[in-house]
């Protein structure tokens, strides 16, 4: 068909829905090689449990999406997934995916946010079960302008739509249903919105999201890992409210809360990159499954990241918190599949704690040579719960302490582990000698089935006893209140570049305090004191 209507089908797109195995040729494997070799994209969208396996390898095949709807009746994985496959990133933004229930004499009311930066034509489509059923819908804007419609009135290709063309108020939008019907309707609410002509990309929250696999094996009892991206052009959005919806195909929903806290499957933290474990424990049941990422600043508490070429200096680029506007997203992503024949009953804990990336000092004192050591608490099942103890080990070699901890001298942790994302804090004074020593620390949770998580970075602390190190200023500057110096510790170089270091070192002294918090956040994981 492509062919007979265009001379280049190089990017041409096909969209391939079943609900059901292959039983007449072409079939998918004679097909597919042409397909590739010619440049055809295949969407492919799985409707129902039943739908062919190959689907999604056609998908990938080709690079092109693979999406999943369950076919219960409130899942909404039907019109999301049309309105991703058909509507370009540029066209339109997903604002609320919603189930409903209609029943006669009651109001079913639901309500969506236009940011001011979104809000050109927006669309409100109702899908319903009983399609024959008269529905009443009335949306009132911000402003309490009320527009009323029936089911009867305005279609998109017989679904039930309104459509407020141009450029729209910002705002709480609310949209009010009711039926004279004596059935029980149940439906989906899908609304969408374009951007404003006056705006573009780099002006709205866009949120995206991924899988690390698309294949589950729970048997492995690996994880996987959820993410979604909130960024406004190049800067990234933080402390937004950032969820996933996970539907199967026997109708179980899960509903996970992504963070950006930089534990267990969240690299870093505060970078807009929110993520989550799916723990092999939480899967019902075999086979594809759908997944949604739901994003949100309704209450006004997330923020923008943005370089501050003010407050930057040689060694730190230093970000600074701006306001963002309140904004409503939702995406529909590729899902994933559990390829196991059944879910086993999983009786012992084999999930180990998540690995410890924050390790840092928090305080020092250069007279007692007394190090306070900071990190977040990692999770008993990656990032979820809490873990039984810390194994907390201090070594003079760096490789050796990363390469066999067991070997190397441990120390007597926290007797009280926090939960997951708490700070923990963790005094020491390593054994003065007549020498400068460096020495090199990292942890490791452990869970009540003896799991042990990865070894954490690796912190690096130099117990100086040279008096020019250690000069009156020094003591000074110490009992002003600086609480932390963030220079990084080259322990081998040549001399020439041992005395830049130091250089480098003296000038830091003799400047401006740094506010702890940003201190924090940018500070390397080696020291000199």
Not at 72 to 101: M, P, R, W
Not at 212 to 233: C, H, P, T, W
Not at 256 to 264: P, S, T, V
Not at 335 to 351: A, E, K, L, M, R
């Amino acid at each position: 068909m492509i062919e007979a209507h265009s001379a280049n089908i190089i990017g041409s797109t096909l969209l391939l829905v079943t609900d059901g195995n292959e039983n007449r040729g072409p079939y998918i494997a004679d097909v597919k090689p042409g397909i590739v070799s010619k440049g055809i994209k295949v969407d492919t969208l799985a409707y129902g449990v039943n739908a062919d396996p190959a689907l999604e390898a056609l998908a990938f095949a080709t690079g092109a999406n693979s999406f999943f709807y369950t076919g219960s009746d409130n899942a909404t994985g039907l019109d999301e997934s049309f309105d991703t496959l058909v509507t370009s990133k540029e066209q339109s933004l997903q604002i609320l995916s919603s189930s409903v229930f209609l029943r006669s004499g009651l109001h079913t009311n639901v309500a969506f946010l236009i940011d001011a930066n979104t809000g050109r034509d927006i669309n409100v489509r109702i899908s319903l079960t009983i399609t024959t059923a008269v529905v009443n819908i009335t949306i009132e804007t911000p402003s309490g302008i009320l527009i009323n419609r029936s089911s009867t009135q305005e279609t998109d290709n017989g679904i039930p739509s309104i459509q407020l063309e141009g450029d729209n108020e910002e705002g709480e939008y609310q949209i009010q249903l009711s039926t004279d019907s004596t059935l029980d309707i149940s439906g989906t609410i899908l609304v969408t919105s374009k951007r404003k002509n006056s705006s573009t990309t780099y002006e709205t929250v866009e949120l995206t999201g991924w899988l690390s696999e698309n294949i589950f094996d729970v048997l492995s009892m690996k994880r996987l890992s959820l993410y979604a991206s909130l960024q406004k052009g190049y800067a990234p959005v933080v402390y937004g409210n950032v969820s996933a919806l996970i539907e199967d195909g026997n109708g179980n929903t899960m509903e996970l809360r992504l963070k950006d806290d930089g534990i267990g499957s969240d690299v870093e933290a505060n970078d807009g990159v929110y993520s989550a474990t799916i723990l092999p424990s939480s899967i019902l049941s075999t086979g594809r499954h759908f997944v949604k990422v739901i994003a949100s600043n309704l209450e006004g508490k997330a923020k923008l990241l943005v370089m501050d070429e003010e407050q930057s200096d040689m060694y730190e680029i230093v970000p600074k918190e701006d306001t963002v506007v309140n904004f409503q997203r939702e995406k529909v992503i590729e899902g994933f599949s559990v390829n196991s024949s059944s879910i086993p009953h999983i009786q012992n804990d084999t999930i180990p704690p998540s690995r410890i990336t924050s390790l840092s000092i928090r305080n020092y004192s250069t007279v007692e040579q007394v190090f306070t050591l900071e990190w977040v608490a990692p999770g008993d099942d990656f990032e979820y719960g809490q873990v039984s103890k810390y194994d907390i080990r201090i070594a003079e070699n760096s490789q050796s302490l990363r390469q066999d901890p067991d070997s190397e001298n441990m120390l007597v942790g926290p007797t009280r582990p926090k939960m997951a994302g708490e700070i923990e804090i963790f005094v020491i004074k390593p054994n003065k000698s007549e020498e400068n020593d460096t020495y090199y620390i990292g942890i490791r949770g452990i869970d009540e089935m003896d799991n042990y998580g990865e070894m954490s970075n690796i912190l690096s602390i130099s117990v100086l006893t040279d008096p020019q190190w250690l000069s009156e200023s020094d003591t000074d500057q110490e009992n002003e209140g600086l609480s932390l110096v963030h220079i990084v510790l080259i322990a081998v170089g040549a001399f020439v570049f041992l005395l830049v270091v130091i250089i480098c070192f003296r000038k830091s002294q003799g400047g401006t305090k740094q506010d702890p918090k940003q201190a924090k956040s940018f500070t390397n994981n080696a020291y000199v004191v």
